[in-house]
Nanobody, 120 residues
Framework: QVQLVESGGGLVQAGGSLRLSCAAS?????MGWFRQAPGQERQFVAT????????KYSDSVKGRFTISRDNAKNTVYLQMNSLKPEDTAVYYC????????????????WGQGTQVTVSS
């Protein structure tokens, strides 16, 4: 069993930055970040393999967001720069038993989410 706890969300002005953290307990897996805005489906944001050698991003965040991990701390990060109002959503951390995952159906464990609000 894996437990995931996100932190680091908050309110920021457009153009600002936030860093989300996801502390994991249990085994090490490939990890991902997703987000869900009100009335919308949960969308893929970024993923990182277990050893951190392979990173993928959605087109909407590529060049602005960076996913990373520190396996010694069992923590995954999402550095978000140049934030836009359309980035406003609840951000979820997730773990997959697969080597990598791009859709929410591939993920086995989820955190409770952290709210990110970007004001214009």
């Amino acid at each position: 069993q894996v437990q995931l706890v996100e932190s680091g969300g908050g309110l920021v002005q457009a153009g600002g930055s936030l860093r989300l953290s996801c502390a994991a307990s249990g085994s090490s897996y490939a990890m991902g970040w997703f987000r869900q805005a009100p009335g919308q489906e949960r969308q893929f944001v970024a993923t990182i393999t277990e050893r951190g050698g392979n990173l993928k991003y959605s087109d909407s965040v590529k060049g602005r967001f960076t996913i990373s991990r520190d396996n010694a701390k069992n923590t995954v990060y999402l550095q978000m720069n140049s934030l836009k109002p359309e980035d406003t959503a609840v951000y979820y951390c997730a773990a997959t038993k697969n080597s990598v995952g791009y859709s929410r159906t591939e993920y086995d464990y989820w955190g409770q989410g952290t709210q990110v609000t970007v004001s214009s």
